[in-house]
Each structure stands twice: as structure tokens, then as C-alpha cells.
Nanobody, 118 residues
């Protein structure tokens, strides 16, 4: 099983970016899917969470600006980021709790860098 994240880049403050993450491999089902971020010198933090039924939750710092969504048929999760701020600069990681025929485990994508300039 692999998670492949994409969509990072450089954007000016106030701009938008959309991150995507695709899970592939011998997947039976996917429970929750999440986006985390890690800024330089800081711990990794949970940004957004979405359940298999589409219930969502967000870090206070991104509520009203970020939207997480998923496509269960395609095994993908997206993060739409609007009104970006310099403090959103970080490497963003997708994560998912995935069930295969033999194991249930948390998988991580490789990270995609987001830089917001002021």
C-alpha cells in the first residue's frame, strides 16, 4: 500500500492551493484519512480529519479556510486551502488507516511542501 501526495508549491499570502493524496495497492477499505503538517522546528500537527462517512474535523488554526474531502471510489483525499497565511508554511503529509486482507495499519504519504510568502 502506498500514499502519494501532490499539489504543494509556493503561493502568496491570501492565495489558494489544493493538495491531493491517492492511496494505491491491495486495499480492502480505508477508515479515516488525515492531513498533517510539520513546520520547520515544530512538531507534526493534525490539520484535518475525515471519516469514511465524510464527517470532518479541523485544527482551530485552519477552520473556515481549509476543506478536506475524499473520494471513496478513487481512494483519494484532498485538502483545499484558501486564504493561506505565512504560518501555513510546512510540509504537508497525508495519512490513512487502511485495511488490507492481512493487516490494518496507518500509512503515510511522502509529504508535499507548501510555502506561503508574505
Amino acid at each position: 500500500v502506498q500514499l502519494q501526495a501532490s499539489g504543494g508549491g509556493l503561493v502568496q499570502a491570501g492565495g489558494s492551493l489544493r493538495l491531493s493524496c491517492a492511496a494505491s495497492g491491495s486495499i480492502f477499505s480505508i477508515n479515516y484519512m488525515r492531513w498533517y503538517r510539520q513546520a520547520p522546528g515544530k512538531q507534526r500537527e493534525l490539520v484535518a480529519h475525515i471519516t469514511s462517512r465524510g464527517s470532518t474535523d479541523y485544527a482551530d488554526s485552519v477552520k473556515g479556510r481549509f476543506t478536506i474531502s475524499r473520494d471513496n471510489a478513487k481512494n483519494t483525499v484532498d485538502l483545499q486551502m484558501n486564504s493561506l497565511k505565512p504560518e501555513d508554511t510546512a510540509v504537508y503529509y497525508c495519512s490513512a488507516l487502511i485495511v488490507t486482507q492481512t493487516v490494518t495499519s496507518i500509512y503515510w504519504g511522502q509529504g508535499t511542501k507548501v510555502t506561503v510568502s508574505s
